[in-house]
């Protein structure tokens, strides 16, 4: 489920590798945090939401190989798109083991939620390589604008929270329902 990545392409884009003091480009230079990608407290977070429905086969493939994802700007009505949430650099306890949870909010063109969840389990385990690696969090969720919903731009907000470090990395991206 984890892989690690010297960057990620989305779409045109470079998704950078994190080292201990945050994200970085593909040329080894430090990243600026973005609202979509960032790192509190050397827990680094990022937010993906992609129209790939093979994401999890681009994931799992051989450490070698960067993923590329597709980046959904804006959706058509039923169309699905997939919500990714990666994490690097969490703090281990002693007995090796992470602990990072999410607040999940997707909010409607007025603001409304559509989608609450806090706590939702991101990643609680064991990790057997460098906790610099970028990981995927199985939090994944599938999403399908239907005939009900409100066209316009539809926010997806995550605070991250690696529960070892007490750190928090607050990531928002959004997309446009047609």
Request: aromatic share 10%; net charge negative; proline share 7%.
């Amino acid at each position: 489920m984890s892989k690690l990545l010297s960057f990620l392409l989305l779409s045109l884009l470079c998704f950078p590798a994190f080292c201990q003091d945050g994200w970085r480009d593909e040329h080894g230079h430090p990243a600026r945090d973005t609202d979509s990608r960032r790192s509190v407290n050397g827990f680094g977070g990022s937010l993906v939401v992609t129209p790939d429905a093979d994401w999890q086969a681009k994931w799992q493939t051989p450490s070698d190989t960067v993923p590329h994802f597709s980046v959904a700007k804006i959706v058509p009505r039923g169309q699905q798109v997939f919500f990714l949430i990666f994490f690097a650099n969490p703090l281990l306890k002693e007995d090796g083991t992470a602990d990072i949870t999410c607040d999940i909010d997707v909010l409607r063109p007025d603001g409304k939620s559509s989608f609450h969840q806090l706590d939702v389990p991101c990643f609680k385990g064991a990790i057997h390589e460098p906790v610099t690696h970028t990981f995927l969090a199985p939090s994944v969720i599938g999403w399908t604008g239907d005939s009900s919903d409100s066209s316009g731009t539809w926010v997806l907000r995550v605070l991250l929270k690696d529960n070892v470090r007490k750190a928090s990395v607050p990531l928002r991206t959004s997309f446009e329902l047609k």
